[in-house]
């Protein structure tokens, strides 16, 4: 087997390029070893591109633990005159090795200093998209099995003009915007914060998480985490309508008969609740037993307001007509139209509010007599089916006239023959 031969300075000098290194994969949450074999990728693409006629004899050598960085040329010893960089008379190289012979092989030391200042870009911008594709693969990793869920933060900064909060998750900083956050939160650095991950944008170049403390599913992730029975799936979250900083309402329902839904949601002393309404910075919360009736379920939406009746006016439409009692009027569409808009929002309804009784004329609202009855739909028919019904009608007209003549050709046909 051929010999080779190192040649090379052993005061390499290379010192503060490792603390860089090391420096570069703290920063970056890259292991070092990772980080080595993506430099001597670079450096072997910045050596091919100086020295185009060795590609394959081009070899490169990091080590941390002694601080070495040297590249080669693999060498081979001839007895001639050499005609490239890949080859060494064996003169020359006994003045290296005195132990070189023919047919053996030495590796020359590149200096990487001269290797001008292209290759050096070159390789600079290897390892830049190296590392931004390493970001890139462990964001995903992180993030990905995330989406849709809560996770806790920690506020590592506020920008005062624009208010974006920077937030810390596992190494990685996040950017809660002014519009995801809860309106009038005060958020202060070094708290820690649960957000929800609504998504992850831009995956196959540059990811971006994107979170919120607005989102409606980040009241369903904290009561997730704070009641067991919805975790489990013993207790399930049926619809949430939210206007965020002000009032959530959670429909919930029990699968066992024997668990109170909105009992299990409420907690011993309220403890469970007050978890979730101290993460939302004093968000009320209103916990609704959902019904499978859609009347039961209007009125319960409705809450804390007493409703008296509820019409379901048009299913397909999902309309509806609500009775309240007249001093709950007020109670039942909330400030600026704020309880009702939840509760349409819950049940999915469109919600029609009406006092018990009129108040100019003092009459009571006709839902609420034992008689009442909707007015029969008017069944207007569609624009096109009237369009195809005339045409028909016009066809038969058409077809009965040509009957017609038929019959009384027919006729004059029959009598010209009784004359004759």
């Known amino acids: 087997m ?19 290194l090391s420096l570069l994969g703290e920063e970056n949450s890259v292991e070092t070893e990772l980080l080595i074999e993506k430099v001597k990728s670079a450096m072997l693409k910045a050596a091919r591109k100086a020295y ?63 290797f001008g200042r292209m290759a050096a870009l070159s390789a600079k911008q290897s390892i830049k998209g190296d590392l931004r594709e390493i970001n890139r693969e462990q964001m995903l990793a992180r993030f990905e099995s995330k989406e849709h869920e809560c996770i806790t933060a920690k506020v590592s900064q506020i920008e005062p003009g624009r208010g974006t909060v920077t937030v810390i998750y596992e190494g990685t900083e996040l950017y809660l915007f002014r519009n995801e956050q809860i309106p009038g939160e005060n958020l202060e650095e070094g708290r820690a914060v649960r957000v929800y991950i609504t998504g992850i944008t831009n995956k196959n170049k540059k990811p971006v998480v994107k979170i919120s403390r607005t989102h409606k599913d980040l009241v369903k992730r904290l009561f997730e985490i704070e009641v067991p029975e919805i975790y489990d799936g013993t207790v399930e979250v049926k619809s949430i309508s939210r206007e965020a900083g002000s009032r959530t309402k959670i429909a919930v329902w029990s699968k066992d008969p024997n668990v109170d839904a909105v009992g299990a949601c409420i907690g011993a002393k309220r403890s469970r609740i007050t978890a979730v309404v101290n993460e939302l910075s004093g968000e ?41 009692p007249n001093n709950q009027l007020s109670l039942a569409i909330g400030n600026k139209g704020q309880n009702a808009k939840l509760a349409a929002k819950l049940t ?16 009571e609202a006709p839902e609420i007599k034992p008689d009442f009855k909707l007015p029969e739909k008017e069944i207007v028919p569609d624009e096109d089916e009237e369009i195809f019904a005339e045409d028909i009608a ?21 009598a010209e023959a009784d004359g004759e």
């Open 2 to 20: 051929a010999k080779k031969k190192t040649v090379s300075n052993p005061d390499t000098g290379y010192s503060s390029f490792f603390e860089a």
């Open 52 to 114: 185009p006629h060795s590609e394959e004899n081009i070899r490169v050598e990091i080590d941390p633990a002694t601080k070495k960085f040297e590249m080669y040329i693999e060498q081979e010893v001839i007895d001639d005159y050499p005609i490239d960089e890949n080859e060494v008379n064996i003169d020359v190289a006994r003045t290296i090795d005195p132990d070189a012979y023919v047919g053996g092989k030495i590796l020359k030391q590149i200096d990487i200093s001269k």
């Open 284 to 324: 009320k919360i209103d916990i609704i037993p959902y019904s499978e009736t859609p009347e039961e379920f209007i009125a319960r939406a409705l809450a804390p307001a007493e409703v008296l009746k509820t019409v379901i006016t048009d299913l397909e439409e999902k309309t509806c007509t609500v009775v309240v």
């Open 348 to 363: 999915g309804f469109k919600i029609d509010i009406k006092p018990q009784f009129d108040a100019v004329t003092g009459e």
């Open 394 to 414: 016009a066809e038969e007209s058409v077809v009965l006239d040509e009957e017609a003549e038929t019959e009384a050709e027919g006729d004059e046909i029959i």
